[in-house]
Nanobody, 125 residues
Framework: QVQLVESGGGLVQAGGSLRLSCAAS????????MGWFRQAPGKEREFVAG????????SYADSVKGRFTISRDNAKNTVYLEMNSQKPEDTAVYYC??????????????????WGQGTQVTVSS
């Protein structure tokens, strides 16, 4: 089992920045690729960003590319999502997730095995 706890959400004005953190415990963190997903009211959960086990490879949704940065610190068992130039459409509950079944990383929620409880991000216009 892997336990994931997100933090860092909140209210920010359009154009502002937030950094989300996700602390992992329970198993060897570096054995898992990690991802961030989000879900807005009335919408399906969508992929935001992913990072492989070493942190050397990342992937982003087109809607956040160039604005968001995912990173991980395996010594601290933590994955981060730096969000810049935020837009009202970034408003959602953000979830971090851990997976082990793929070789690199994954963009599909089905490839992730463990999920955090989510943290709310609200971007005002």
């Amino acid at each position: 089992q892997v336990q994931l706890v997100e933090s860092g959400g909140g209210l920010v004005q359009a154009g502002g920045s937030l950094r989300l953190s996700c602390a992992a415990s329970g198993r060897t963190f570096s054995n898992y690729y990690m991802g961030w997903f989000r879900q807005a009211p009335g919408k399906e959960r969508e992929f935001v960003a992913g990072v492989n086990r070493s942190g050397g490879s990342t992937s982003y949704a087109d809607s956040v590319k160039g604005r968001f940065t995912i990173s991980r610190d395996n010594a601290k068992n933590t994955v981060y999502l730096e969000m810049n130039s935020q837009k009202p459409e970034d408003t959602a509950v953000y979830y971090c997730a851990a997976g082990w079944r793929s070789l690199g990383m994954a963009r599909s929620a089905r490839e992730y095995d463990y999920w955090g409880q989510g943290t709310q991000v609200t971007v005002s216009s």
